[in-house]
């Protein structure tokens, strides 16, 4: 049985999806985007803040389902730019704790709200 996990911690969807969907001990989170859930603003002064900004909205959407994020066994990382790379790993990898979720890193044309990454995961109990 699948549970629709909704907050007002993390950014409303712009589009037909859940901000995420519990299956049994599964979660699985929806691309997030540096919007500041509260303002609904683009947090975008620097890479490194609107990457803090969507591990925010991860670890929100993650904790209301009852996770946490050592729970995170799968990333997916969309980058308009590979050259911000190495400043979006930093945010990421002091997000995280070894052993560290798989995960992909892809160069995409465009984001949603023409954002500069964008972060779905995967999380297991």
């Given at each position: 049985?699948?549970?629709?996990?909704?907050?007002?911690?993390?950014?409303?969807?712009?589009?037909?999806?859940?901000?995420?969907?519990?299956?049994?001990?599964?979660?699985?989170?929806?691309?997030?985007?540096?919007?500041?859930?509260?303002?609904?603003?683009?947090?975008?002064?620097?890479?490194?803040?609107?990457?803090?900004?969507?591990?925010?909205?991860?670890?929100?959407?993650?904790?209301?389902?009852?996770?946490?994020?050592?729970?995170?066994?799968?990333?997916?990382i969309f980058l308009k730019d590979m050259g911000d790379f190495e400043a979006v790993n930093g945010v990421y990898?002091?997000?995280?704790?070894?052993?560290?979720?798989?995960?992909?890193?892809?160069?995409?044309?465009?984001?949603?709200?023409?954002?500069?990454?964008?972060?779905?995961?995967?999380?297991?109990?």
């Amino acid at each position: 049985m699948k549970k629709v996990i909704a907050i007002p911690g993390a950014p409303a969807p712009i589009g037909p999806y859940s901000q995420a969907v519990q299956h049994g001990n599964q979660l699985f989170v929806s691309g997030q985007i540096g919007l500041n859930p509260h303002t609904g603003e683009w947090v975008n002064d620097s890479i490194e803040s609107e990457t803090q900004q969507v591990m925010d909205n991860i670890n929100a959407l993650i904790e209301a389902a009852g996770f946490t994020k050592d729970d995170i066994v799968k990333c997916s990382i969309f980058l308009k730019d590979m050259g911000d790379f190495e400043a979006v790993n930093g945010v990421y990898a002091a997000f995280f704790a070894p052993p560290f979720p798989a995960r992909e890193t892809v160069q995409v044309s465009v984001l949603p709200k023409d954002v500069n990454v964008e972060i779905s995961v995967i999380a297991c109990k």
